[in-house]
């Protein structure tokens, strides 16, 4: 355990994205639960597009124009929501096991690093929001090679800034896609199906199926 280098996914691992809609419901209306789906898939459906294109457009900005998406779909929002949604999402509420499990790893000699589609800006918010500064080693956005998860480029940033084999990480993530990528690329990716999502990508299988990340101090 000391020593291990634990690498996290951010958004829906460590921070819940649809926490931004559930502190205004109000402003939202009955649709909020569809709005925040649909803002999710366009950000991450926005991402891969970009990526695949070779049109890299930064998560934030991708974050915005999924939002406006969503809103057109559910009937519009006030510009007051729109402005209290995209300032609830640089500051989401984190899962929470985030916290103790980062310091039980910390206080074991661990290593935790990020790694996310998030820029830079976004991460440090998000990071400083949560209260995890002090726990976490390094937060790394994909910003840096101008793709997007689950691209391998994005994943190889931490095998050059760590010096170390894909097979020594231990990557953590919520959303099966990435766990796919990981996988792919020679993590031993650990999939936080915090959701009972059903398995998917079956011949990229994770390493292992956990239901939170407090799950990790028993591995």
């Not at 406006?68 to 929002?77: E, L, P």
């Not at 793709?147 to 990480?169: D, F, I, M, N």
Request: proline content about 4%; aromatic content about 10%.
């Amino acid at each position: 355990m000391a020593g291990q280098l634990y690498v996290f996914d951010a958004y829906g691992t460590l921070f819940d994205v649809h926490s931004a809609v559930g502190r205004h419901r109000d402003l939202v209306g009955p649709q909020a639960d569809r709005l925040s789906e649909i803002w999710r898939a366009k950000q991450l459906e926005y991402a891969w597009i970009r990526t695949l294109s070779g049109a890299h457009r930064g998560f934030w900005k991708l974050t915005q124009e999924s939002l406006d998406y969503a809103a057109a779909m559910c009937g519009g929002i006030s510009a007051e929501a729109r402005a209290a949604l995209l300032s609830a999402y640089e500051t989401l509420d984190a899962y929470p096991d985030v916290k103790p499990t980062l310091q039980a790893l910390k206080a074991r000699g661990a290593r935790c690093v990020l790694l996310s589609n998030g820029t830079p800006p976004m991460l440090s918010k998000a990071i400083k929001s949560a209260d995890v500064a002090d726990l976490l080693d390094e937060s790394i956005s994909v910003e840096a090679v101008g793709v997007y998860k689950t691209h391998p480029r994005a994943y190889e940033l931490v095998e050059k800034r760590y010096g170390v084999k894909p097979k020594e990480v231990v990557f953590l993530s919520s959303n099966r896609w990435d766990i796919a990528g990981a996988t792919k690329f020679g993590f031993r990716a650990i999939w936080v199906n915090r959701t009972d999502a059903p398995e998917e990508y079956s011949e990229l299988a994770p390493a292992a199926v956990v239901k939170g990340l407090a799950a990790l101090l028993d591995m």
